[in-house]
């Protein structure tokens, strides 16, 4: 069975940062592109990054470049994105993803599994 779990989501201050992780299991970890969305109250669930099996490539939403970083730890089955300068509009439940798609597919939401989500809310 497969299970991606999201944790490290809270209550932060604008300008602050947070790391949210994704322990994964029940499938081949290193052979599976992984990435993060994003469901804001009242709007539709949004891409916010993705990243290859290897760690090389990675693709981020114009809204998140150059404060977020996604990250993955193939031995530890785990994902990761390092949220920094964070405002309110980032405001939303996180949800880790996993898909075997091209990397285009996947940012386009077409990935085979998705968590339960973890709340980040930033406060002005």
Known sequence: Q???????????????SLRLS???SGLTFSATGMGWFRQ??????EFVAVISTSGVLRSYANSVKGRFTISRDNAKN???LQMNSLKSEDTAVYYCAAGTDTLSRLIGGGMDYW??????????
């Open 2 to 16: 497969v299970q991606l779990v999201e944790s490290g989501g809270g209550l932060v201050q604008a300008g602050g």
């Open 115 to 124: 968590g339960k989500g973890t709340l980040v809310t930033v406060s002005s």
């Open 40 to 45: 804001a109250p009242g709007k539709e669930r």
């Open 22 to 24: 994704c322990a994964v």
């Open 78 to 80: 785990t994902l990761y």
